[in-house]
């Protein structure tokens, strides 16, 4: 399944179980991501991918799992970690589902913020910056630097001493990304940064996810609910349903997985699919499903 | 004179004015329509009723509602909110000339020829109030964490500073530091248990905890002398002059070293430039903080602390040193308090004093040093001035908060400036 071969992963997660009372959010996931690689996780709305997130970064404690990430020879068990040491020693950065920038606070102040352990260091935990001596002076200087590097890349240059709340919708998707991006990450975790896109807005999109796995080359892990998007961007898809993993593979591989095609639109035998949502699609899943919808139910059981 | 929406809707009017009228008939009944009176001749005390009082009180209601809804509602609003948004642009834009003047004015105010004794009093009374507003405005403004018993702080140093005179025989400059660094103490001490709460528990909790203080140095009667407080603190020294007529043996006095005449208001002016310095200071540690990583990181858990968290921002030390760092501006502003009035009793560190900071930080406008300045003038000094009108005096600030809230509920400058600019051009940028 894992086609990076002898390189080992970047992040392994084994046994991954979230339990909310009697609700199974996440149950036994075992999935690998590895650096250079956009790793996608896709399944229909509730199947568990936001918990996944919520896990790796610290903000659920998994009910069992290891969760480990490798980064310069070191390994971190995050299961075990507050989420705050997770971003800052594990190197583990994120967004969210509904946007969660500093709005008043200006665009670049928000990427200022993201270097906040380096910074805070070189300022001697505040003695050197209130003097104002050199080393702090230059810690600053090599932050706007890099946080200027990331607003040029997502064009957000012109705009970078606006409140952050004062940007259109998609300006905040793209601030955010360059956000999480400034904290210098080596896994990058994207819930859903698509959503609420228009066309040019998500190709643009796709062209700064495929920059950073090949220039930055970090590890890129990414929610996503548009299938153009995954089948286009990704080199490996996981797919999640009821919290089980159903699927796991290359774009190709999981797009002809049948049993994606059935969890992913739910298509029960008298389901025809709908215009609006064959629209939605790559023609290759509408083919499929079309395929599928004709068949005979094989596997039935309760 | 037609409002922007069309004629006023009379009925609904007076059935809202009839309402705030009932309401202030339960309200003034009880508080207005009765009113003690000592009867003399160990009659004790006795009950007098005032009831056109009442009346008036109603009907002042009702015409004010009335009025506030038929004629406000359209167009002063608009005019007031405008021309204090105007206000406020000037002041955003002006903020290095207008903080000079003021600073300038400051410094020469006690040498005016109107300066009297009263004056320079009222004005250093109203920077202990600026001061202890910055020093609240580290913790509320940028931290975004609603403080309500900030007067702790400002107890805990006072009594440091008392203590320690009275014990050790410190003098002011010696227990300066000790007052800030044991209130910055009460404050990582405050701020453990309140860690996990926000807004109004947060809110809660610290009241509670400025109660906690008072009570335990007005009951633990062996150290803190209960009720009588400690008196008897030594004056601060001009770099060792005292301010007095006829210092001890083997000292010098102020007036003896400048060969000046012995005059009470050399102190006065004294303790109004002490606290004039000790309030800068807290200013410009403000300004340069809110520049540094920590600042920022302040300003970012108060918007938002699940996304400080994803950025490795540890919000649990973050928090503690914005209490910290608060409460020690407090610890100083009370050990000056101290200092000043050469007593401290509970009484002076009650729930009203932690209000009135928060108001002036609230009323200026959160996170804004001017504003500040400008509510401690609104909120302390001119109902000291008009002390003379009595209790109208509160009838006025009670109304002035009113408007403020009415008008302007983020403050009377909301501005926030940036801390850092990338200094290109910029897309004009859509007002809030
Ligand atoms: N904190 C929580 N408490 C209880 N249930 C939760 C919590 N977080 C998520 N869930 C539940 O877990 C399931 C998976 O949610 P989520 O991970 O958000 O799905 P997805 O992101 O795939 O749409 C949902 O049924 C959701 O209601
Ligand atoms: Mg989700």
């Known amino acids: 399944m894992i086609e990076s071969g002898d390189r080992v992963p970047l992040l392994d997660v084994e046994h991954l179980t979230m339990r909310f009372g009697g609700l199974v959010a996440v149950n036994d996931l075992a999935f690998q991501a590895s650096d250079r690689e956009i790793t996608a996780i896709i399944g229909p709305n509730g199947a568990g991918k936001t918990t996944v997130f919520n896990c790796l970064t610290g903000f659920y404690k998994p009910t069992v799992g290891r969760l480990t990430l490798r980064r310069d020879g070191t390994e971190f068990y995050l299961e075990q970690m507050d989420g705050f040491r997770i971003a800052r020693e594990a190197g583990v950065a994120r967004t969210f589902q509904n946007i969660r920038l500093f709005p008043r606070m200006s665009v670049l102040e928000n990427l200022m913020v993201a270097q906040h352990n380096t910074l805070m260091r070189a300022s001697g935990f505040s003695l050197a910056g209130l003097l104002g001596l050199p080393r702090y002076t230059r810690a600053e200087r090599e932050a706007l630097d890099l946080a200027r590097f990331w607003l040029d890349r997502v064009n957000l240059t012109d705009r970078a001493d606006w409140d952050a709340g004062n940007l259109p919708y998609g300006a905040q998707r793209r601030l955010e990304i360059a956000r999480a991006m ?105 083919r499929a499903l079309r395929s599928f919808e004709d068949r005979p139910h094989e596997e039935d059981g309760h | 004179m037609s409002a922007r929406a069309g004629s006023p809707d009379f009925p609904g009017i007076l059935r809202d004015s009839g309402l705030v009228a009932l309401v202030a008939l339960f309200l003034a009944f009880p508080l207005v329509g009765f009113h003690t009176i000592d009867q003399g001749g160990g009659a004790g005390m006795g009950i007098e009723t005032r009831f056109p009082w009442v009346v008036v009180a109603v009907a002042a209601a009702f015409v004010g ?82 403080d309500l018993g900030y007067v702790a702080f400002y107890a805990v140093g006072a009594y440091s500073f008392a203590l320690f005179a009275l014990h050790f025989d410190f003098t002011f400059w010696m227990a300066l530091p000790i007052a800030g660094l044991f209130a910055a103490a009460f404050g990582v001490l405050l701020g453990f248990p309140v860690l996990r709460l926000r807004g109004d528990y947060l809110a809660i909790v610290t009241l509670g905890f400025g109660e906690i203080i008072r009570i335990i140095l007005l009951n633990w009667y062996p150290v803190t002398r209960g009720p009588n407080g400690i008196s008897d603190i030594p004056r601060p020294s001009f770099f060792g002059l005292e301010f007095t007529r006829r210092p001890a043996e083997g000292e010098v006095a102020f007036h003896e070293f400048f060969g000046l005449e012995y005059s009470g208001l050399h102190r006065i002016v004294f303790l109004y430039y002490l606290i004039l310095a000790l309030a800068l200071i807290t200013n410009l540690f403000t300004l340069r903080i809110r520049r540094l990583p920590i600042g920022r990181a302040w300003e970012a858990l108060r918007e938002d602390e699940i996304a400080c968290r994803t950025l490795g921002i540890n919000p649990t030390n973050t928090k503690l040193s914005a209490f910290a760092i608060g409460a020690m501006f407090g610890g100083f502003a009370g050990s000056f308090f101290a200092a000043r009035q050469g007593f401290v009793s509970p009484e002076s560190f009650t729930f009203v004093e932690s209000a009135l900071i928060l108001a002036v930080v609230v009323l200026g406008g959160m996170g804004s040093q001017v504003g500040v300045v400008i509510a401690a003038i609104i909120l302390v000094g001119l109902p000291e001035w008009f002390r003379d009108l009595q209790e109208y005096r509160m009838l006025v600030f009670g109304g002035a908060m009113v408007a403020i809230m009415v008008w302007r509920p983020r403050g009377l400058i909301a501005h926030r400036d940036p801390t850092v600019r990338l200094g290109v051009p910029q897309r004009p940028e859509p007002s809030a």
């Open chain 1, 182 to 286: 400034c904290t210098r990450p080596v896994l990058l975790c994207l819930d859903e940064p698509a959503a609420g896109l228009n066309a040019r807005e998500s190709y643009e999109l796709n062209e700064l996810l495929i920059d950073i796995r090949d220039r930055i080359g970090i590890g890129v892990l990414l929610i996503e609910h548009d299938m153009s998007v995954v089948m286009q961007i990704s080199d490996h898809v996981i797919v999640l349903d009821y919290g089980r993993k159903i699927s796991d593979g290359d774009p190709e591989t999981v797009r002809n997985d049948p049993a994606v095609i059935r969890a992913y639109l739910g298509t029960e035998e008298e389901e025809e699919l709908p215009e609006e949502v064959a629209e939605d699609l790559p023609p290759e899943m509408v």
């Open chain 2, 65 to 146: 509602r009335f009025l506030q809804l038929a004629l406000l509602r359209t167009h002063a609003p608009v005019a007031v909110e405008r021309s204090l948004s105007r206000l406020g642009e000037v002041f955003q834009r002006n903020t290095v000339w207008i903080a000079a003047a003021a600073i300038t004015f400051a410094i020469v105010l006690p040498m005016l020829p109107f300066a009297d004794r009263r004056l320079v009093d009222l004005a250093t009374l109203v920077l202990t109030y600026v001061m202890l507003g910055w020093g609240l405005n580290i913790v509320v403004g940028l931290a975004g964490l609603l």
